[in-house]
């Protein structure tokens, strides 16, 4: 018995074939576009407070700072939150806050912005210490 090759049918599934690959190509380099995040400009600032301070100004502090990010526009995110952490070695560091900028022009626009100098009159009184580190983030999966 012989076999005829429908060259259409042939030339149908190679067609198909080549499509799947181009598919299964544009998912893969989406994929890898998602995952490549922009680096971003992290902001991290943390404080120690005098013992004069009341719980109220912290937390007038503390709103204070939240506020920031409504006030100036090259603030890309911010948070915040109060040391927990059981190992003890914060060297008396009880708030932390971490600003995030898409690049050094924001935070340029940022440091002497009225409103973040206006914050920082606010906060003096009642600082006995800060640190400040910035830093380009680093994806975990990402190489040196």
Known sequence: MKM???????ATGAFLCVVAM????AVS???TKELKQ??????VVMFKFKETASEADIKTITSGFAELPSKIDSI???EWGVNNSPEELNK???HCFIVTFADEAGRKEYLPHAAHKA???ILKPHMEEVCVVDFWNKPAKEKE
Do not use: A
């Open 119 to 121: 914050f920082v009159e």
């Open 22 to 25: 181009l598919i299964q190509t």
């Open 4 to 10: 005829k090759l429908n060259t259409g049918s042939v």
């Open 92 to 94: 008396g560091l009880t």
């Open 38 to 43: 922009p680096r971003l400009l992290r902001h």
């Open 29 to 31: 380099d989406d994929t």
């Open 76 to 78: 890309k995110d911010f």
